[in-house]
């Protein structure tokens, strides 16, 4: 079992910055693809970013190419997730996941409870 923590979430201003962070538990975790996801209110959840085992496949939805960065660091067990020129519409809840399968780009079998991020003025 694979516990993981998000922190980093807050209320910030359009235009500004948050860096989001997640820790796993366990000793496999450079085997693992890695992503975010969130869920703004009365929505779906969607996919935000993932990032490969060994940090060389990145993927970003479109909406937030160019103002999001998605890091890993393998000896620390963490997933990053910088943004900036944040706007109100990336309100939401922001989701940490595990891939189930090593050495695999999908397939989230593990998540952690979130952390909200709200951009208002």
């Known amino acids: 079992q694979v516990s993981l923590v998000e922190s980093g979430g807050g209320l910030v201003q359009p235009g500004d910055s948050l860096r989001l962070s997640c820790t796993a538990s366990?000793?496999?975790?450079?085997?693992?693809?890695m992503a975010w996801f969130r869920q703004a209110p009365g929505k779906e959840r969607e996919f935000v970013a993932r990032?490969?085992?060994?940090?060389?496949?990145?993927d970003y939805t479109a909406s937030v190419k160019g103002r999001f960065t998605i890091s890993r660091d393998n000896a620390k067990n963490t997933v990053d997730l910088q943004m900036d020129i944040l706007a109100p519409e990336d309100t939401a809840i922001y989701y940490c996941?595990?891939?189930?399968?090593?050495?695999?780009?999908?397939?989230?079998?593990?998540w952690g409870q979130g952390t909200k991020v709200t951009v208002s003025s």
């Open positions: 366990g000793d496999t975790f450079s085997m693992y693809t």
């Open positions: 996941a595990q891939g189930g399968r090593p050495f695999t780009l999908d397939d989230y079998k593990y």
């Open positions: 990032i490969s085992w060994n940090g060389g496949i990145i």
